[in-house]
């Protein structure tokens, strides 16, 4: 379902938004069985909650997701996400293969996520999707997003480090629980982190990063994005410029 206007302008004044659908069941047990076979077989690349402790409990990002098994493309393909994402980055839209593109684990007890605003406010405008295989709850540590930090007009490390609860970022965030299928998005230089996972169980999320296809590109193909909605337009001024000029 396409953003309504007040969508839209929620989303571009706090930075985030829950899309209203779900992943389908169906998609999800594919997306799950994948996943807990990766993290079974403990398949490179990964990154660990600790360095020196190889073991499945121990996985605590899957990385390089899109290399790996054709469920996660059409997961972040599904057409209502690519909807949504229209409404702030238009009809062409690319999927980056060389920012997130992994499987938050999350083990039970996993250590939080640092405060971090993932671009700078004066970058092209990057939509994190955050797809969740399993429910996100306060308890096993979901996102929490400082709203409309990604419009702070102030420059500050984008990792400022320090205590995760004692920081700045702490109070002035919200956690946002999400149900399992329920897909977040949200403006990546907003600052985020996550909390311990303080349960029993994972709490996995896939991470996707997209952005609007720059029409002033010249070459096309770079291998590091993919194109999962629109073309690749060109909107370069031709030189020499006609004269008289057809238009302005
Ligand atoms: O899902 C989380 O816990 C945080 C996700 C995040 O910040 C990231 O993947 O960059």
Same mark, same amino acid.
């Given at each position: ?7 839209? *302008? ?5 930075? %985030?938004?829950?899309? +209203? ?6 998609? &999800?047990?594919?997306? /799950? ?9 403990? &398949?490179?690349?990964?990154? *660990? ?12 990002? @899957? ?12 997961a972040g393909t599904q057409p209502f996400i690519l909807e949504a994402l229209e409404g702030v980055l238009g009809p062409n839209i690319e999927l980056l293969t060389n920012k997130h593109n992994h499987i938050m684990v999350r083990p039970a007890g996993s250590y939080p996520v640092p405060w971090h605003s993932g671009e700078e406010p004066w970058e092209p405008t990057l939509i994190t999707a955050l797809i969740y295989?399993?429910?996100?709850? !306060?308890? /096993?540590?979901?996102? +929490? ?6 419009? +702070? ?17 702490? +109070? ?23 909390? !311990? /996972? ?9 991470? @996707? ?31 020499? %410029? ?7």
């Amino acid at each position: 379902m396409k953003l309504t206007e007040e969508d839209i *302008w929620y989303f571009r004044h706090t930075g %985030f938004h829950r899309v +209203r659908e779900t992943l389908s069941d169906d998609l &999800l047990d594919r997306l /799950n069985e994948v996943t807990s076979r990766q993290v079974a077989e403990m &398949l490179e690349p990964i990154v *660990w909650e600790d360095k020196e402790d190889h073991r499945p409990e121990s996985v605590r990002r @899957l990385s390089k997701i899109l290399d790996r098994e054709a469920v996660y493309l059409e997961a972040g393909t599904q057409p209502f996400i690519l909807e949504a994402l229209e409404g702030v980055l238009g009809p062409n839209i690319e999927l980056l293969t060389n920012k997130h593109n992994h499987i938050m684990v999350r083990p039970a007890g996993s250590y939080p996520v640092p405060w971090h605003s993932g671009e700078e406010p004066w970058e092209p405008t990057l939509i994190t999707a955050l797809i969740y295989l399993e429910e996100s709850t !306060v308890e /096993n540590g979901c996102i +929490r997003i400082v709203p409309g930090s990604h419009h +702070r007009p102030f420059s500050h490390a984008r990792r400022p480090g320090g205590d995760w609860y004692e920081a700045d970022q702490y +109070r002035r965030a919200v956690p946002v629980p999400m149900p399992r299928g329920g897909v977040l998005l949200f403006n990546d230089c907003c600052y985020h982190g996550s909390d !311990v /996972n303080r349960s029993t169980e994972s709490r996995r999320s896939m991470t @996707l990063g997209y952005r609007a296809h720059d029409s002033h590109d010249v070459l096309k193909d770079d291998p590091e994005k993919v194109i999962v909605r629109g073309e690749r337009v060109y909107t370069g001024h031709p030189h020499p %410029f006609p004269n008289p000029p057809r238009s302005a």
